[in-house]
């Protein structure tokens, strides 16, 4: 056969079949804090408008059952990270001084993809501890993400809400200034600054006692700082500082694949979104930052475009886990929420229980390889790992990742069908998913917690009881009726399954 016609077959032959996937596309999550399932307008949500999240789902698969771990952030980063549920290591929200939970030497999502060649980065917010006991903020703090698997490291140490309320880059807190030390404590008063409870005149909106310590920005935060004035961030500028490190990672790996977990501030509280996006819906500061971190999903896709990486660039859209409005600052979002329904249809949100919690908005896009389309597949954060490892060829180890599957197939788009089970955390229990069967554990908290128990549960309706719930979501997607006494072989089924998992895991 001549050269010419030789050539013209296999052209003939790669046009007639699909084009084989990249071996080593870029991957870029984009992980928000507390946003809702119906937060986003391919979800459902019209007082705000999200068109560059909508562009992804429109050309993208959309996950219509896909959760977080948890159904509060610490644990659910945790999760995402290392392929195992954070209730293994007794995990819940951490103060901004804790030590590193997860320990050097730990496989993570990021070291298990630097086997596969790829350079690393973290830019946002963190809040998995730093450091080895009582960190020392004027020297290099680790270790951090540098020592489990990323290359770069832009952070937010802990929360907006928490101190210290500067910017961490690698080990070094940008700007510090040497003669104007940073102390940290979340014990007795460190420092002069005012604490909300002192000079409430000061605030730009009122707080609840747990966030009334040190004023940074017009906001009281958790925790006291001292020194560390140059250093202070301004919440105003997170979107444009966070932003463009994005950028300048993304630019400077552009040859070579890249993993860029991009972890939001938005829209956890304090919401104080950039001016040029106040009054941009009219549900106050919640739906500003949601508009703020849409438009920040705009420019990181259009980075990838400009540069020619779009096709070759896998991104997941989701968040750490449910929303919650009054979350401890009075920025009216409760009383401007107006029609919108920031979980969409399911019952809870943030700390819960119910399937609000950790129901995430979930979105996979990757040009050329996914389908845009909808998946009923249930799948958790945790399958993230595995998955990943498997469509890269990663071995995984006995002992790694023991919670997380290989969903590779579902996450493509390849398959509706994913997870058997999953496990989701609340604050104080945990439930199980079977399918379309939804239990609940009972919880049975004993003297002055049950009162405590009680009120948390009125406040965040968080399905908290002292008997079993069963919950049939094929039928009741909002949770209404507890049908445990309906069916009794099943709960105890599902209950043992529970006890089973928590202690084997899902890989053993």
């Not at 770069?152 to 003669?179: A, K």
């Not at 994005?246 to 070579?256: E, H, L, P, S, V």
């Not at 119910?354 to 249930?378: N, Y």
């Not at 009972?442 to 309706?461: F, H, L, M, Y």
Request: aromatic share 8%; glycine share 10%.
């Amino acid at each position: 056969m001549k050269k010419n016609a030789l050539f013209g077959l296999i052209l003939l032959l790669v046009s007639c079949g699909e084009a084989p996937a990249p071996d080593k596309p870029n991957i870029i999550i984009l992980y928000v804090d507390d946003l809702g399932y119906g937060d986003i307008g391919v979800n459902g949500a019209t007082a705000v408008q999200t068109p560059n999240i909508d562009r992804l789902a429109a050309g993208g698969l959309n996950f219509t059952d896909a959760h977080s771990t948890a159904a509060t952030c610490t644990p659910s980063r945790y999760a995402l990270l290392t392929g195992e549920h954070g209730f293994r290591s007794n995990l819940d929200i951490v103060d901004g001084d804790a030590s590193a939970l997860i320990r050097p030497g730990k496989p993570t999502l990021p070291s298990m993809l630097k086997k596969a060649g790829y350079s690393t980065a973290v830019i946002g917010k963190w809040h998995l501890g730093l450091g080895d006991g009582v960190v020392d903020w004027n020297k290099e703090v680790k270790p951090g993400p540098r020592e489990i698997g990323f290359d770069y490291s832009f952070l937010m140490p802990s929360t907006g809400d928490r101190v210290p309320s500067v910017y961490l880059e690698n080990h070094t807190i940008i700007g510090l200034d040497p003669n104007d030390p940073i102390a940290v404590s979340y014990g007795e008063k460190v420092g002069s600054r005012p604490t909300g409870r002192e000079r409430p005149d000061l605030l730009r909106y009122q707080a609840d006692d747990q966030h009334s310590d040190t004023i940074i920005n017009g906001v009281s935060r958790i925790g006291t700082m001292a020194g560390g004035e140059a250093a202070l961030w301004l919440d105003e500028e997170f979107v444009d500082i966070f932003t463009g490190k994005a950028r300048d990672f993304i630019r400077g790996n552009k040859d070579d694949p890249f993993f860029l977990f991009y972890s939001f501030h938005d829209i956890h509280v304090p919401r104080l979104p950039n001016p040029r996006f106040i009054g941009k819906t009219d549900m106050g500061p919640r739906g500003d930052a949601i508009a703020q971190m849409d438009w920040v999903v705009g420019e990181i896709t259009a980075e990838l475009e400009m540069l020619g990486l779009a096709e070759n660039t896998l991104i997941l859209f989701t968040s750490d886990n449910g929303p919650v409005l009054n979350d401890g600052y009075s920025d009216q979002a409760v009383e401007r929420l107006g029609n919108h329904k920031p979980a969409g249809i399911y019952k809870g949100g943030k700390y819960s229980a119910f399937e609000a919690g950790t129901r995430m908005p979930t979105i996979i896009h990757w040009p050329g390889t996914v389908d845009a389309g909808v998946s009923e597949a249930l799948i958790s954060q945790v399958d993230l790992y595995a998955s990943l490892a498997a469509m890269l060829g990663v071995e995984i180890a006995d002992g790694e990742a023991v919670d997380s599957l290989n969903v590779v197939d579902a996450l493509l788009g390849r398959s509706e069908t994913a997870r058997d089970y999953i496990i989701e955390e609340s604050v104080v229990t945990l439930s199980l998913r079977k399918g379309n069967w939804k239990y609940i554990a009972p919880t049975s908290p004993q003297g002055n917690e049950r009162a405590q128990w009680v009120a948390i549960d009125k406040a965040i309706e968080g399905g908290f009881t002292a008997q079993a719930q069963l919950y049939n979501l094929a039928e009741d997607p909002t949770e209404q009726n507890n049908i445990a006494n309906d069916h009794p072989e099943l709960v105890q089924e599902m209950s043992q399954k529970l006890a089973e998992l928590r202690i084997s895991g899902f890989r053993n």
